[in-house]
């Protein structure tokens, strides 16, 4: 199966599937002499991990990870940085029953279709456990950024169905299950998922993610516009569908003097571009959102067919994430981490030697 890896110099591949042995991904293109250790990339980790709340999963993974290759006396040598996590809670029985019928909404149908045969266990190479890959790969490219360059990427749920969500705590972030940076508004989004869980249903969800920090310049034009790389980025993620930049489709009702961020020399008045001018970072904070579909494995009984195309029903039963956004926050940093660290290398590879006489604007 190609479409395992991303990035150009900074490039990562992912490999394993939800119910094998482990998952795995080999992050290659990391600059010599950065200081990395596991402690560096499980601390992200634990943000993404299952079984932490009555709201996601109840599989109980540790996701420990281990670093193979590409380490010595705990700084980075510029060769291949190979990472391990174990599966250790599989229960593949869950899936004996739909093993021969396909979830509508769900990868199922169309890996049959394409490979003849699939791992039905859990997801296989479909489930969103593969993106425990993307968080431990995008905390090396978010730990380059941060000490080389002060780049910060945080993220946090901007809608829960439909339930909008401002940012009055950022630092709440990481202290809520929901990822939510409006606290205030926990017990609502309590209500509604406890009550989503008892109809045994899904619910799609909003994430907003800010990279701050980054210096002008990054994006290559014109198929590699770091708004296209973020958007491939982005939506490569599970259950991902939709990406927006900036005023995203809301540009569509703007005029022209609206959209436009006005400059000064003290910077940007607003930032409806999102960070980037022509597909090249401006020095404003990259702002990117996702749209995620609410998660197609759900008890509620639904039309559909087995492998032999005969109409039947199906029920899914076992361990399930009624909303994949509630944990996709940490996720979506990574990837915008990852595509930030490529864009920087290349940047640097091609343009090292450029000298700027124009002042930058920031804010
Ligand atoms: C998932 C199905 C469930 C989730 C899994 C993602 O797996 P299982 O049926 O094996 O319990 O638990 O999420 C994770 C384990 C994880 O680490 O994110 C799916 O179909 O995507």
Known sequence: MSGNSIGRLFTVTTFGESHGPAMGCVVDGCPPGMALSAADIQADLERRRPGKSRHTTPRQEPDTVRILS????????????????????????????IKDKFRPGHADYTYQQKYGIRDYRGGGRSSARETTMRVAAGAIARKYLGERLGIGIHGYVSQLGPIELGVTDMGAVDSNPFFCADPDRIPELEKFMDELRAEGDSIGAKISILASNVPPGLGEPVFDKLEASLAHALMSINAVKGVELGAGFAAINQKGSEHRDEMSPDGFAKNDAGGTLGGISSGQDILASIALKPTSSISKPGATVDKE?????????????????????????A???????????????????VENTTPVITG
Do not use: W
């Not at 990837?335 to 030697?353: E, G, I, P, S």
């Open 309 to 333: 195309g005969k109409t039947t029903e199906i029920v899914t039963t076992g361990r399930h994430d009624p909303c994949v956004g509630l944990r996709a926050t940490p996720i979506a940093e």
């Open 70 to 97: 590409g380490v010595f006396e705990g700084l980075t040598t510029g060769t291949p940085i190979g990472l391990l996590i174990e599966n250790v809670d599989q229960r593949s029985r869950d899936y004996g029953d």
């Open 335 to 353: 990837m915008v981490a990852l595509v930030l660290m490529d864009h920087y290398l290349r940047h640097r590879a091609q343009n090292a030697d």
